[in-house]
């Protein structure tokens, strides 16, 4: 049990360290390879996540969660005049965006959005590629935007403000994504947590059967010395019956129908003891039996009470571990 211990603390150590050894999202700009070239990517790694995962939260988010309302959240003015936002319509009076669905395409490796306008803003339209490498750590996005009837956005067109935005954008993407994967990490924890409660409440339910499994036993032993204390009472009026007739048989002539109807009775009353006898062996062995039975129980009890005390411990192990996912859930920012 002490080995076992031992090995479970290990092991929950280790991967109570992996929780936290993890990296931060953060966004890089710089030229990589996409279907149209070498283009300027705003590059975000979420960590432990999957490419099909991240491919069902951007097409989710890029629908959501407009450029243009997330850059106006901010102190940039110039965005609101140099640049468009992922959205149909702005109404000014509403502060808010009614759109469309956006059609997002999966084109070879890149999931591709076209001609979107914000006509309040601009009468340009903008192509938004997207590209999704995964690696065992997690997974890269990296992100295109362009003009739909000219070039891609690069640092050479526009100002620091409007980059700045767009890394921004690219990084809440990062973010919200990774905490969902850390959301659903907390949800397999605490399914792991019950499952362990699950197994300490059995265990607590098998001792208490243990513990009335001795009850049950002890109770029968009880009767069964009862049972052969009443039987002692029939061999002791037995003993006296055969030990009577014998006595008469002496007085009686041998050759009388009556010499051989006692003869009988002592027959008859010597098969009753035999049978009386036995069925004082059975209630012994019953006894035996069921004295047996506790001892295994008591045994399977001490056993049981160790289990439990690991599974305790387990359990202690596991809560602290979804309390290090919770804080980890927290820490993303």
Do not use: C
Not at 93 to 101: A, D, H, L, M, R
Not at 218 to 242: K, P, V, W, Y
Not at 277 to 299: A, G
Request: aromatic fraction near 8%.
């Amino acid at each position: 049990m002490e080995t076992k211990y031992i090995l479970f603390s290990v092991l929950f150590f280790i991967s109570t360290m992996a929780v936290f050894a993890q990296e931060n999202v953060e966004v890089t700009v710089a030229p990589k390879e996409m279907s149209q070239g070498t283009q300027m990517a705003f590059t975000v790694f979420i960590p432990e996540s999957s490419p099909k995962m991240v491919e069902k939260q951007w097409k989710n988010f890029i629908n959501e969660r407009s450029i243009f309302e997330f850059a106006t959240k901010g102190t940039s003015q110039t965005f609101e005049k140099a640049f468009i936002g992922i959205s149909n319509i702005f109404s000014k009076e509403k502060k808010s965006f009614t759109k469309n669905s956006l059609k997002v395409e999966k084109i070879g490796d890149e999931l591709v959005v076209r001609n979107v306008i914000h006509e309040e803003l601009t009468s340009n339209h903008i192509d938004v590629f997207a590209t999704i490498a995964g690696t065992k750590e997690g997974v890269y996005l990296n992100s295109f935007l362009k003009f739909s009837d000219s070039i891609f956005i690069d640092k050479t067109n526009i100002s620091e403000d409007v980059l700045s935005s767009i890394q921004n954008y690219v990084r809440v993407f990062g973010v919200e994504t990774y905490r969902k994967v850390v959301e659903e990490q907390i949800v397999v924890e605490n399914k792991e947590l019950n499952r362990q409660e699950g197994i300490l409440k059995n265990l607590e339910k098998k001792n208490k059967s243990l513990h009335n499994g001795i009850g049950r036993y002890e109770a029968e032993i009880d009767e069964f010395h009862s049972n052969i204390n009443m039987i002692g009472t029939d061999l002791q009026r037995i003993e006296e019956q055969i030990l009577g007739r014998k006595k008469s048989l002496q007085q009686i002539n041998r050759n009388s129908l009556e010499y051989d109807s006692i003869k009988d009775d002592i027959k008859e009353s010597e098969s009753e003891r035999k049978r009386r006898l036995k069925d004082v062996k059975r209630q012994k062995n019953k006894i035996k039996r069921n004295q047996t039975k506790i001892r295994d129980s008591n045994s399977d009890i001490r056993g049981n009470e160790k289990e439990q005390e690991f599974q305790r411990e387990k359990i202690n192990m596991q809560e602290m571990r979804v309390s290090n996912f919770e804080s980890k859930l927290a820490n993303i920012k």
